[in-house]
């Protein structure tokens, strides 16, 4: 009896060195399979990383240059408001100078009608001199 008490014990045993050996060869199939994802999973995982920091230098090489656009923008609008200013101001004396230059104008024709008189006077001043002369010779 105490044979068959350790037969039934060791078969026991055989059977749960099978069952560890089964579940040993499954654990190294599982753990092979899980290197190879791990493998092909950084793999991948460096290109993407790669791909990430091509990505992050070209969003700072875009940031600066938006930021010097945003500069340069803001230095034309600010040149755009001068030029602005600088136009109203020409147009404004363009406006007096062009209310100086028909005053001007009518001055002058003032003064060439005031002359036309003078001139004519002096005419008639001058035949009535002749005249006066003739008459006292």
Same mark, same amino acid.
């Given at each position: 009896?105490?044979?068959?008490?350790?037969?039934?014990?060791?078969?026991?045993?055989?059977?749960?060195? !099978?069952?560890?050996?089964?579940?040993?060869?499954?654990?190294?199939?599982?753990?092979?399979?899980?290197?190879?994802?791990? !493998?092909?999973?950084?793999?991948?995982?460096?290109?993407?990383?790669?791909?990430?920091?091509?990505?992050?230098? !070209?969003?700072?090489?875009?940031?600066?240059?938006?930021?010097?656009?945003?500069?340069?923008?803001?230095?034309?609008?600010?040149?755009?408001?001068?030029?602005?200013?600088?136009? /109203?101001?020409?147009?404004?004396?363009?406006?007096?100078?062009?209310?100086?230059?028909?005053?001007?104008?009518?001055?002058?024709?003032?003064?060439?009608?005031?002359?036309?008189? /003078?001139?004519?006077?002096?005419?008639?001043?001058?035949?009535?001199?002749?005249?006066?002369?003739?008459?006292?010779?």
């Amino acid at each position: 009896e105490e044979r068959e008490v350790m037969a039934r014990d060791l078969a026991v045993l055989r059977a749960d060195l !099978d069952n560890t050996r089964g579940e040993r060869e499954r654990l190294l199939a599982d753990n092979a399979k899980l290197k190879e994802d791990y !493998d092909r999973i950084k793999s991948v995982g460096g290109k993407s990383l790669e791909t990430l920091e091509a990505l992050t230098n !070209d969003k700072a090489t875009m940031e600066v240059q938006l930021t010097t656009q945003q500069k340069l923008l803001a230095d034309m609008r600010h040149e755009l408001a001068l030029s602005k200013e600088h136009q /109203a101001l020409a147009e404004s004396m363009a406006g007096s100078r062009t209310t100086q230059v028909s005053e001007l104008q009518a001055q002058v024709s003032q003064l060439q009608g005031a002359l036309s008189d /003078a001139e004519r006077r002096v005419l008639e001043g001058e035949m009535v001199r002749r005249k006066l002369h003739n008459i006292i010779q």
